[in-house]
């Protein structure tokens, strides 16, 4: 079987529903730009019919290929294993839901034709989504920009096109927290933005509650700045500073014969507020000690429990 120009990827945890209008959406688009493509359906785990579906897509068309995992591993783990067996010249990642518009995909292939070859999807404005996710979202780009050394484009999702040569160092990026919009932008190259409008999801509820939300930032936090980890110098700094500051202050009270700063209430606060700051700062440590632990244990990113024929063949 010779192989594809164009590799698709799409993460599918619980997306039954979704996955037939995908398929057929993908299928037309494509075929107005006449390349040959695959279509790479990672099952994370899924609790619904998705992987049965799957099955009797790629029945149905060769070139849909089922990889299914043994458990749920997370959005950016079935990213990864899409890039793993993803075989196309250029690579795109899209969402199962259909909230990353198929169509774009035609301007991202016109872009890499010019020579790009990391073309990210830019948000311009996102439909039927809660203000609150807005807003967590925004806060997240603006203080990822803003703490991490590398340059992660603003409101930038995973829906890109990443050029084998990119897809290739990427997959020699073994992490396992991981943030790939940050792993893309890290590796440099040709860059460049197609905005888009964000659809409305297609069926089903979003697969990141709040908890999901808070380990994916600290994940993209952890992984790409030691700001946190400097943080404990800074207030070190800071509550030192306070302190050699307030020996003169105290002393001059007292002999004065003024009553402030007596009693424990004052010794408790700052007690507790230092205790505080140490916790938050060890615990921060602990967050980056785990992920350390994780590392070097050296499991597998992910455990396939089945793949459908044909793509096992080439394999
Ligand atoms: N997803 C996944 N594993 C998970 C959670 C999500 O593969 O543990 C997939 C999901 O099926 C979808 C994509 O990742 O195709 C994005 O998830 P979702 O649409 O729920 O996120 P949102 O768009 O709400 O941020
Ligand atoms: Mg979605």
Known sequence: MTEP??????????????LPTLVKRLREILQTVEVSWE?????????????EIMRSLAAEDPRVRPVIF???????????????????????IIDADLQDPPEVIVEMLARWREGYEVVYGVRTDREGESWFKLFTASLFYRLIYRITDVTIPLDSGDFRLLDRKVVDVLNQMRERHRFLRGMS?????????????????????TKYPFKKMLRFASDAITGFSYFPLQLATYLGFLSAGISILAIPVVIVLRASGSQAFLGQATTLIAVLFLGGVQLISLGILGEYLGRL????KGRPLYIVREIPEPLKQIR
């Open 293 to 296: 632990y994780d590392q070097v």
């Open 39 to 51: 279509l790479l359906l990672i099952d994370d785990g899924s609790r619904d019919r998705s992987a």
């Open 185 to 205: 932008a890290w590796v440099g190259f040709r860059q460049i933005g197609v905005p888009y409008s964000r659809a409305k999801r297609f069926a089903g509820e």
């Open 70 to 92: 043994a458990r749920n591993f997370g959005h950016q783990i079935a990213v990864t294993a899409g890039l793993d067996y993803s075989r196309g010249r250029a690579v795109v």
């Open 5 to 18: 120009t164009l590799s698709i990827i799409a993460p599918v945890y619980n997306e039954a529903e979704s």
